[in-house]
């Protein structure tokens, strides 16, 4: 019966395990509670592809527990009674270890039914999941769990996986078969840091392989955009949002670009144009205001031109932003004054300030005493516009941009101050 290449050399014991040094290595935490022999239940999170399964099936040999593997995806509360119903048989001596995949499609219902196996220790729960488990495993779960988070492998660990299953199927061939340069090197880089990937990838090189010899271009070919970790509605989608964002935050325009095309490359046109816009005026803002329409014409050039064109103005768009004078004075004065509405602080309209453009407004002495400010040299004459509760608070404070400074001078003098 075939069995895929990443499971006939799976790794036995952790010092075949590639990566994951955080936690695997000499000091690494989850190193530490393996060797121990006491194990607890476990929510491994992170990408596919990056050993999550073969150190739950270390864990099982070294600790002499009966291995038993479901999917989420497939699984339901009568696969998980089968294997109750297997606990203090001669099937399982030394307990269950259950290797619940992709726990997140579980409902609460499904995860709530693992809770007292999880607490009286027949059952060590071992659930993996490529999505953040603070948002997709209930909290009851979590709080018997401890997560662990694994992380892509560097192109170093991922090559020596592949080397070491080079080795094995020249072996299996018994007959050489010779490599172009830059093979491996491909295979390394476009895996995205997934190993099953790439030991897909060479399995398929190699069967298809001509003449003795595995080719660039078919290397190429097999792996072409499998580098791609992207899930429009997955924790990956807003992770490389966010960095986005905060790379031209940071002035940083080789980073938002590198977001950008992580982006495009995986067809989001529509993620990057929102966060463009609110960039422009929640960090830009006023010390630059002129990139408000700027922005705005690009996204909808972007728009009306779609991809791959789009790609032009939308990164027009974001060396821009990130070139440009930084503010968030308007961020922040939006912000403190909703704070104050939300807790209560607000209070009546000055009378002044009231609506007198009715029969009646004069015998309720509304808008009497406003003052037109068009009316004053510059435009301008004190007047109190903050219901009394918040007379005198200052909500917008001058960004120490070269525009909001220009503009604090010319009012400092308008105003005596």
């Given at each position: 019966?075939?069995?895929?290449?990443?499971?006939?050399?799976?790794?036995?014991?952790?010092?075949?395990?590639?990566?994951?040094?955080?936690?695997?290595?000499?000091?690494?935490?989850?190193?530490?509670?393996?060797?121990?022999?006491?194990?607890?239940?476990?929510?491994?999170?992170?990408?596919?592809?990056?050993?999550?399964?073969?150190?739950?099936?270390?864990?099982?040999?070294?600790?002499?527990?009966?291995?038993?593997?479901?999917?989420?995806?497939?699984?339901?509360?009568?696969?998980?009674?089968?294997?109750?119903?297997?606990?203090?048989?001669?099937?399982?001596?030394?307990?269950?270890?259950?290797?619940?995949?992709?726990?997140?499609?579980?409902?609460?219902?499904?995860?709530?039914?693992?809770?007292?196996?999880?607490?009286?220790?027949?059952?060590?729960?071992?659930?993996?999941?490529?999505?953040?488990?603070?948002?997709?495993?209930?909290?009851?779960?979590?709080?018997?769990?401890?997560?662990?988070?694994?992380?892509?492998?560097?192109?170093?660990?991922?090559?020596?996986?592949?080397?070491?299953?080079?080795?094995?199927?020249?072996?299996?061939?018994?007959?050489?078969?010779?490599?172009?340069?830059?093979?491996?090197?491909?295979?390394?880089?476009?895996?995205?840091?997934?190993?099953?990937?790439?030991?897909?990838?060479?399995e398929l090189l190699f069967s298809a392989a001509r003449?003795?010899?595995?080719?660039?271009?078919?290397?190429?070919?097999?792996?072409?955009?499998?580098?791609?970790?992207?899930?429009?509605?997955?924790?990956?989608?807003?992770?490389?949002?966010?960095?986005?964002?905060?790379?031209?935050?940071?002035?940083?325009?080789?980073?938002?670009?590198?977001?950008?095309?992580?982006?495009?490359?995986?067809?989001?046109?529509?993620?990057?144009?929102?966060?463009?816009?609110?960039?422009?005026?929640?960090?830009?803002?006023?010390?630059?205001?002129?990139?408000?329409?700027?922005?705005?014409?690009?996204?909808?050039?972007?728009?009306?031109?779609?991809?791959?064109?789009?790609?032009?103005?939308?990164?027009?768009?974001?060396?821009?932003?990130?070139?440009?004078?930084?503010?968030?004075?308007?961020?922040?004065?939006?912000?403190?004054?909703?704070?104050?509405?939300?807790?209560?602080?607000?209070?009546?309209?000055?009378?002044?300030?009231?609506?007198?453009?009715?029969?009646?407004?004069?015998?309720?002495?509304?808008?009497?005493?406003?003052?037109?400010?068009?009316?004053?040299?510059?435009?301008?004459?004190?007047?109190?516009?903050?219901?009394?509760?918040?007379?005198?608070?200052?909500?917008?404070?001058?960004?120490?941009?070269?525009?909001?400074?220009?503009?604090?001078?010319?009012?400092?003098?308008?105003?005596?101050?």
């Open positions: 019966m075939y069995r895929p290449l990443a499971d006939e050399i799976r790794p036995q014991d952790l010092s075949q395990v590639v990566g994951q040094e955080h936690i695997l290595g000499p000091d690494g935490i989850l190193r530490r509670v393996i060797e121990s022999g006491q194990i607890p239940n476990m929510i491994f999170y992170g990408p596919s592809g990056v050993g999550k399964s073969t150190v739950a099936s270390i864990i099982a040999q070294q600790t002499n527990r009966a291995l038993r593997k479901l999917n989420a995806t497939t699984a339901g509360i009568s696969d998980i009674k089968e294997i109750i119903a297997e606990l203090d048989t001669l099937m399982t001596p030394g307990g269950v270890l259950l290797y619940l995949d992709e726990i997140q499609y579980f409902n609460k219902k499904q995860q709530q039914s693992l809770l007292e196996f999880m607490e009286n220790g027949k059952i060590t729960l071992i659930a993996s999941t490529t999505e953040n488990p603070y948002f997709y495993v209930f909290g009851a779960v979590l709080s018997r769990a401890t997560v662990f988070e694994f992380k892509p492998l560097t192109p170093l660990a991922v090559r020596a996986a592949v080397e070491r299953a080079v080795a094995f199927l020249i072996e299996r061939r018994g007959t050489p078969i010779e490599l172009e340069e830059g093979v491996l090197d491909h295979i390394v880089s476009a895996c995205g840091g997934d190993v099953r990937k790439a030991l897909n990838a060479l003449e003795d010899t595995i080719t660039l271009a078919d290397a190429e070919a097999v792996s072409q955009r499998s580098a791609m970790r992207y899930d429009r509605d997955g924790d990956e989608h807003y992770d490389i949002l966010s960095a986005f964002q905060k790379s031209i935050r940071g002035s940083d325009p080789d980073a938002a670009i590198h977001y950008l095309a992580r982006l495009l490359t995986a067809g989001d046109m529509i993620s990057p144009c929102r966060r463009l816009l609110v960039t422009a005026a929640e960090d830009i803002g006023l010390a630059h205001p002129q990139v408000l329409p700027i922005v705005k014409a690009c996204v909808d050039m972007a728009r009306e031109i779609g991809l791959p064109e789009a790609r032009l103005p939308l990164a027009d768009a974001v060396i821009l932003l990130a070139t440009s004078p930084k503010s968030n004075s308007g961020d922040s004065a939006i912000s403190a004054a909703m704070a104050d509405i939300q807790s209560g602080k607000h209070g009546d309209v000055p009378d002044h300030l009231k609506d007198s453009h009715y029969a009646g407004a004069t015998k309720m002495g509304r808008g009497l005493d406003y003052k037109y400010p068009h009316a004053y040299p510059n435009r301008w004459t004190h007047q109190q516009y903050l219901p009394d509760r918040l007379k005198g608070t200052v909500y917008y404070k001058y960004g120490d941009n070269k525009t909001e400074q220009a503009a604090k001078k010319y009012w400092d003098l308008v105003k005596g101050e």
